[in-house]
């Protein structure tokens, strides 16, 4: 009788813990869902503020873009909002046009990263205030059809070749017809970049002083200097590459106030 009398006494504790044990597992998963939430709601909040802040700072700085899209990195965003730091904040820019002596040169998009970026509840909800990033990287691609538009070349295609950047375009020497082809060296100076065609060769092309002039007029033509539109943030060019879409460049900036 004292065995089945304790066993009868167990099972309603049992369960009752296994009730409380839901009742708790409900209730942590309910909270969750409530942080979730506000943390949705802080992320929301501050991409379109900074997204609006930065807006009109491009807009201030007579960039031509599309509207700049904006994310809100790093996890979770509540705290950041309320601490006003945020780790990292992606800023997409489309369609980013300038002009060099009436020739368009443009970026379909331009990606920026500003990170460690101080951005107080205060101007956010005001829009009085600096919002500050510790940095800023840019990267985008400048069309081949843009660099080609700037060089007086009939025929010019430019492509990517192991990394490098080569030209090729027809050229007419006693009256015949070959192609030239060529390797070019890419560097950044300023708001420039420079490409500097190395050699050139024609196959089948005549061993004769004129075709050889030929040659080195393509060589002299392809070797320009490329202004980079203005870039958003004050960013300066650090590098580029040729790719298969066109010149990849990047850029990047210090302490950069993101409204102006």
Known sequence: MTTTYYAEETRPRRRRGR??????????????????????????????????????????????SAPPEVSVGGFPFLTQVLAGNYKEISIVMRDVKGDVDGNAVNLPRLDVVARDVAASLDTLRSGQGDVIAKTVDGTGTITYESVTALIDQPGLKLSEREGKLVASAPIEVLGQR??????????????????????ATADGLPAVPLAQQVVANFIQRISISVD????????????VDATTEGLAVTATAKDVPLNG
Do not use: C, H, W, Y
């Not at 909270?31 to 807009?59: H, M, P, W």
């Not at 070959?178 to 050699?199: C, P, S």
């Open 228 to 239: 980079v539109p203005a870039l958003p943030f004050n960013m300066e060019l650090k590098k």
């Open 178 to 199: 070959f192609t030239v082809n060529g390797a070019a060296e890419l560097a950044v100076e300023g708001r420039q970049i420079k490409i500097k065609l190395k050699d």
């Open 19 to 64: 009730r409380v044990l839901i009742t708790l597992l409900v209730m942590l998963i309910v909270i969750a869902g409530i942080l979730f939430a506000g943390d949705r709601v802080a992320a929301n909040f501050a991409e379109k503020k900074i997204a609006d802040q930065v807006s009109q700072e491009v807009a201030a700085q007579k960039v031509q």
